[in-house]
């Protein structure tokens, strides 16, 4: 899983086409087996996690954006942006869209499971842990030095990135975060002279590279971390499940769903950081 600022899709449209935020004219419903499978995953606990993440985020944004101005306006509104229930159901409603045809019994069995409980306790407990002072930096660390070695766990994990395409999928999200954000800064007439399309889409792609770089960094770590209590052989039933058509499906639609997600949320964010960077009263 990501940080919350950068999650999937695919940057190859428009900057009107990326801030179309309107639900699909024919949404698939919630079913109860969906529902299941979100709660075999703990979703909730996971949005829980990612509205604390949130809120570091803002703090980032402010001190790079408007310093010292945002105050308890700006976090309040943050935590808003972040609420999350509003996640959940947007997560919800866009994930069923994405499953609609796919069979979720055998994901949702491998969820359930002992194996599946103890996967999804690991991976958001690490994303608490990595909310500490400190923590990422340690685990950075780790990963850097254990990937000088040959680490039969680490080749796992980078298989296991592999298979879900977990590296170009958070770039591209990551990109279309920030798109998002630009589009939610010029509608707030954020800059004194407005960009243009072409300058937003340029300036965006110019950073790329330190995204990519950065997304193998915190994959990496942040996995190798997650999946160190599971033997090898755990984690390699959990690639073999993520290897099946129904684990691919379940990979699609949680980028497609997380980046419905967050692309909103970056939109949201970047109108309302524009005020507090025109210095508008709120």
């Known amino acids: 899983m990501p940080r919350p600022q950068a999650l999937a899709a695919s940057l190859a449209v428009t900057l009107a086409a990326t801030l179309a935020l309107a639900p699909h004219a024919a949404r698939a419903e919630v079913t109860p087996e ?24 803002g703090v980032m944004l402010e001190e790079q954006l408007f310093p010292g101005r945002g105050g308890s306006a700006w976090a309040a509104i943050v ?30 069995a491998f969820f359930a499971s002992d194996l599946g409980q103890r996967v999804v306790t690991y991976e958001i407990s690490a994303r608490q842990a990595l909310l500490e002072e400190g923590i990422e930096e340690a685990a950075i660390e780790t990963w850097r030095e254990r990937a000088e070695t040959d680490d039969p766990k680490l080749a796992l994990v ?20 920030n798109l998002a ?39 990496h770590s942040y996995l190798l971390m997650a999946y160190q209590p599971l033997s090898d052989a755990d984690l390699e039933t959990y690639i073999a499940m993520a290897r099946t058509d129904e684990g691919r499906a379940l990979n699609r639609a949680l ?16 109108l309302a950081a524009s005020r507090f960077i025109a210095g508008q009263d709120i």
């Open 79 to 108: 935590s808003q942006t972040y609420d999350p229930t509003g996640m959940y159901a947007r997560f919800a409603t866009r994930f069923a869209d994405e499953l609609d045809g796919v069979d979720v019994t055998p994901i949702t």
């Open 255 to 270: 980028f497609a769903a997380f980046d419905d997600v967050f692309t909103d949320i970056s939109a949201t964010l970047g």
């Open 34 to 57: 969906v529902e299941a499978l979100m709660q075999a995953m703990d979703m909730d606990g996971l949005f829980e996690v990612m509205h604390l993440e949130g809120q570091d985020y």
């Open 181 to 219: 954000f630009y589009g939610g800064l010029l509608d707030g007439n954020a800059f004194p002279r407005q960009m243009s399309e072409e300058q937003v889409l340029a300036d965006v792609w110019g950073q790329e590279d330190e995204i990519r770089d950065d997304t193998v960094e915190w994959v």
């Open 158 to 177: 980078e298989e296991f990135i592999e298979v879900n395409d977990l590296v170009e999928s958070n770039v591209m999200g990551a990109l279309n975060a």
